[in-house]
């Protein structure tokens, strides 16, 4: 089978750094991605490794390891407005994405 | 630019009842997914469209459900007849063809499908 594996829920304080590990084992893998997703709205993308190493952009950072099937999505400088779930995703050769469990993460003051 | 739009945005019907739901891409998306997400699991997903053909519908639980995308525009994905397990929320997403891995899919924001 495929499973994508996430704590279920990450808690933090503001300007904190907070890392989401994401294990996989999938049939195919052809790159992990990160989505976040507020309450009641759309997932919206944040990060793609295709390689292994690190990928930054602004204060988010995605880390991937092909051998040990496992990745990362390090949040820096937490602020409140980053309270949402956070999705890990693989990609298939046919690019349809295979989603992990989410992980819930709360900032508080 | 026009994100991904969805309609209806809810829709509570009873078993046995059919419902439509649409998706509208973002303009020049020529890759359309489907996916869905029952309450308390992981977003799964449905099928794929390139333009009007179907590239992968490994993903719909069974006949019951039929999706279409005439003219590779806007996408509809019937429940017929419906029962009380499709409940959950219903995801559109696109992508332009070849920039799929460094940007992503857009996803709509969804609709929740209430099956009573």
């Known amino acids: 089978g495929q499973s994508l594996e996430q704590p279920s829920e990450v808690t933090a304080v503001e300007g904190a750094i907070v890392q989401i590990n994401c294990t996989y084992q999938t049939s195919g893998f052809y790159g992990l991605s990160w989505y976040q997703q507020h309450d009641g709205g759309a997932p919206t993308f944040l990060s793609y490794n295709g390689l292994d190493g690190l990928e930054e952009t602004g204060r988010f950072s995605s880390f991937l390891s092909r051998s040990d099937s496992y990745g990362y999505l390090l949040l820096q400088e937490l602020q409140m407005k980053d309270s949402a779930s956070y999705f890990c995703a693989v990609r298939d050769r046919t690019d349809k994405l295979i989603f992990g469990t989410g992980t819930r993460l709360q900032v508080f003051p | 630019e026009a994100g991904v739009t969805q309609f209806p945005s809810h829709s509570v019907i009873e078993k046995g009842q059919t419902v439509t739901l649409r998706c509208d891409p973002i303009s020049g998306h020529d890759n359309l997914y489907w996916y869905r997400r029952v309450m308390g699991k992981e977003i799964k997903f449905l099928l794929h469209?390139?333009?009007?053909?179907?590239?992968?519908e490994s993903g719909m639980p069974n006949n019951r459900f039929l999706a279409e995308r005439t003219g590779g525009t806007y996408s509809t994905l019937k429940v017929q007849p419906a029962e009380l397990e499709d409940s959950g929320v219903y995801f559109c997403a696109s992508s332009h063809l070849l920039a799929t891995r460094q940007k992503g899919q857009f996803f709509g924001p969804g609709t929740r499908l209430t099956v009573l």
């Open positions: 469209f390139v333009k009007e053909s179907k590239q992968d």
